[in-house]
């Protein structure tokens, strides 16, 4: 299959390429050391995730095989491969979160978004991860939702901190 079939029919329809806007990117980038990070960021900034389909496009643009390209996205955890939500929740399993109920949260979340830690909700609000220390071990247990650190969370206030998304 070439690029042109692989790609959606809403794009074929109107004559242009499915994901140009990358293309200054990779022009930007060619030849720069570490280059295949950098438009991978892009990429994912540009179309909110890395389908197999981009990750081809970006592969056949910088002469790489899709192998390394994949690899790259795989071993990453910043980089998905899937729709992500709007937003990004990220409960504290750290140890000073876990020890003072990190996990009741996690399991509380699960409930209310009915989604698994790493699933996003079906209304496309919200990505559901867990981390390891977002550097508020203080005022444990903590989560984020986007750039905001949330802390001495607990399930009780769990319902206010989502109303506010
Ligand atoms: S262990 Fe949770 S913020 Fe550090």
Known sequence: MNNAQSHCSCCQQDGMEPFAELDQAI???????????????????LYGHLSLELQEYIA??????????????????????????????????????????????????QKTLGVD????????KFT????????????APAMMIDDVVYKQVNINKLDAILSQY
């Open 60 to 109: 056949t643009a910088l002469n790489k095989p899709l192998s390394e390209v994949s690899g790259v996205v795989t071993f990453y955890s910043f980089f998905s491969t899937t729709p992500r939500g709007e937003h990004t929740i990220r409960v504290c399993l750290g140890t000073a979160c876990y020890v003072r109920g990190g996990k009741k949260i996690v399991d509380a979340l």
């Open 128 to 139: 559901f991860e867990v981390a390891r220390c977002i550097g508020a071990c203080g005022l």
């Open 27 to 45: 022009d930007l980038y060619r030849d720069k050391e570490g280059n295949l990070i950098q438009i991978l960021h892009i990429a994912q900034e």
């Open 117 to 124: 830690i790493g699933g996003t909700t079906e209304d496309g």
